[in-house]
C-alpha cells in the first residue's frame, strides 16, 4: 500500500511507503523525545483505503479517522458518524481496515474533509522524503547531544570556577592577616628601638615591664594561621572524558519509572506496605486468594505495570538482603510450582546467593565478578533490541554494568522481584522500590482507548 504520510509541524510534509506495525511504532519512538509541539499524522492510499494501527503514547491520546491517525495535545473527539466515533470501542493494538473514503462530517482534528486530503506521492518522492525524515531526525537526536555536552561543560567549569574562586578567598583571608601581622611588627620595632641606648643594666631592669607590652604580645607570630594554597580540583585531567561520558550515559537513559507492586501476584508469605513499593518475606503465610496470576512456591511478585515495547529504566534497593534475585519475566510464564528460572521459560533474573556469590540466571548460570555489595542495583529495559541490563546503581553519576541478556523478546515483560526464604528472620530485609525522579521516560506510543 502506497500512502502519504503527511507531518503537520510548520511546512513539513513527508511521505513513507509500507509502514508496518512495528515501523511505524519505531518512527514514533524516535520523534517522540524530540517533538513537543501539536503533531499529526495523516496517512492516505491511493484509492481511498487504509489501514489504521492504534498507536499513541499514554499522556497524548491517540485517535483513528479512515484515513488519518491523529496525535494532538490530548484527546481526539471524532465527530459523530464518523469512523473515529466507532473506533471508540475497538481494542487498542489491532489493526483496524478502514472502509472507502466518502464524503461527510469532518474530522475535528483535521478541520477538512476526507476528500481534500493529497493524494499519494510517488515512489522516489517518498525514498527522498523517507531520507528528509531520518536526515532530521538525526540533526535532532545530535542536536540533544549536544545539549546535554554543553550541560556537562558548563557543569564542569562551574566547578572549577567555584573552586577558584574559594581558593581565592582563602589567600586575600591569609594576605589580609599577613598585613596585620607585619603592622604589629613595625609597632613592635618602635617599642624596642626606645630602648636602643639605654644600658644593659637598665634594659634589664626595664625588661619585665617591656615584655608584657601590649604592642610585644601581639606581635607574637601565630601559629597554624598561614597554610599552603594549591588547586587540586578533584577531577585529574585524563579523567574528564571518561568522567563525563559516564554522566551522559545516565542522561541519555529514560528516567526512573514509577512502579508499583501488584498485591495480586504476591506470594501469601509476602508483605506488602508503603503503597505497594515495599516487600519483604514474612514469617507466617496471609490468607489470600489463589488465582492464577499468583505465586504459590516461589517468594515472587510482580509490578503492577509490564511493558511490550520501548526503552525503560527502574532501580531497586536491595540494602543488605543476603539473598535475592531481579529481573524480568514473561506474562505468560507459570506462576504455579517453582519458578523455572531461565531465559528459555521466559524469565531473565540476577541476584545474589548467601550474601556471597552474585550470578545471573542464564543456560547455564553464570557467576559475576561484582565489585563490593551494590546497595542499589539498575535495571535497563531495551525492548526492540533485545536488552535487558543490569547496573550498580549505588552512584548515580558512575552505573557500573553488572550483566546484559541478549533476547528476541515477545509480549509482555513484567518486572520481578524476588525476596528469596527469610532464612527465619537473617534474609527479612525487604526490598523497595524508590520514587522515581527526573523528566518522563522515553517509551515507545502506547495504544489508549479513543
Not at 487504509?50 to 465527530?79: D, M, N, Q
Not at 508483605?271 to 515495599?278: C, R
Not at 531481579?326 to 504455579?336: N, Q, Y
Request: include cysteine; proline fraction near 8%; glycine fraction near 8%.
Amino acid at each position: 500500500m502506497e500512502a502519504e504520510l503527511r507531518v503537520t509541524r510548520g511546512t513539513l510534509v513527508i511521505s513513507l511507503q509500507s509502514l508496518l506495525s512495528r515501523a511505524f511504532q519505531t518512527f514514533f519512538q524516535l520523534w517522540n523525545p524530540v517533538i513537543k509541539q501539536n503533531l499529526m499524522f495523516t496517512l492516505v492510499s491511493k484509492d481511498g483505503q487504509k489501514e489504521s494501527h492504534c498507536v499513541g503514547t499514554g499522556s497524548w491520546g491517540p485517535s483513528l479517522c479512515p484515513a488519518t491517525v491523529v496525535l494532538p495535545l490530548g484527546p481526539h473527539p471524532g465527530s459523530p458518524g464518523t469512523v473515529c466515533e466507532h473506533l471508540a470501542g475497538v481494542s487498542p493494538g489491532t489493526w483496524v481496515p478502514g472502509p472507502a473514503r466518502s464524503e461527510g462530517p469532518s474530522c475535528q482534528a483535521l478541520g477538512t474533509p476526507r476528500s481534500a486530503m493529497a493524494p499519494a506521492l510517488t515512489r522516489p518522492s517518498l525514498s527522498q522524503n523517507e531520507s528528509d525524515v531520518f536526515s532530521w531526525v538525526i540533526r535532532s537526536e545530535f542536536q540533544e547531544l549536544h545539549r546535554l555536552v554543553d550541560e556537562e561543560k558548563a557543569r564542569c567549569l562551574e566547578g572549577v570556577e567555584g573552586h577558584t574562586r574559594g581558593l581565592v578567598a582563602s589567600l586575600d583571608m591569609q594576605l589580609e592577616q599577613a598585613q596585620g601581622a607585619r603592622e604589629r611588627l613595625v609597632q613592635a620595632v618602635g617599642v624596642l628601638e626606645q630602648f636602643g641606648n639605654e644600658s644593659h643594666h637598665e634594659f634589664i631592669r626595664k625588661y619585665h615591664a617591656m615584655a608584657s607590652s601590649a604592642e610585644l604580645q601581639q606581635a607574637r607570630p601565630l601559629e597554624g594561621t598561614f597554610s599552603p594554597i594549591s588547586f587540586k580540583p578533584g577531577l585529574h585531567q585524563a579523567d574528564i572524558k571518561l568522567t563525563a561520558w559516564k554522566r551522559l550515559f545516565r542522561k541519555v537513559l529514560p528516567a526512573p519509572e514509577s512502579l508499583k507492586l501488584d498485591p495480586a501476584t504476591a506470594h501469601p508469605l509476602l508483605e506488602l506496605s508503603k503503597g505497594n513499593t515495599v516487600v519483604q518475606c514474612g514469617l507466617l503465610a496471609q490468607r489470600r486468594a489463589s488465582q492464577p496470576e499468583r505465586f504459590d512456591y516461589s517468594t515472587c511478585v510482580l509490578a503492577s505495570r509490564g511493558f511490550s515495547c520501548g526503552r525503560h529504566y527502574w532501580e531497586v534497593v536491595v540494602g543488605s538482603k543476603s539473598d535475592w534475585r531481579l529481573g524480568v519475566i514473561k506474562g505468560t510464564a507459570s506462576r504455579k510450582g517453582k519458578l523455572s528460572k531461565s531465559p528459555g521459560h521466559g524469565v531473565w533474573l540476577i541476584g545474589l546467593k548467601e550474601g556471597r556469590v552474585y550470578e545471573a540466571f542464564g543456560c547455564p548460570r553464570a557467576p559475576l565478578p561484582v565489585a563490593g555489595h551494590p546497595h542499589r542495583i539498575g535495571v535497563y529495559l531495551h525492548y526492540e533490541q533485545g536488552e535487558l541490563t543490569f547496573f550498580d546503581a549505588d552512584r548515580p553519576d558512575d552505573l557500573r554494568p553488572l550483566y546484559t541478556f541478549q533476547a528476541d523478546f515477545q509480549g509482555k515483560l513484567y518486572p520481578i522481584l524476588d525476596t528469596c526464604w527469610h532464612e527465619r528472620g537473617s534474609n527479612s530485609l525487604p526490598l523497595v522500590l524508590p520514587p522515581p525522579s527526573g523528566p518522563s521516560h522515553l517509551a515507545c506510543p502506547q495504544p489508549t482507548k479513543l
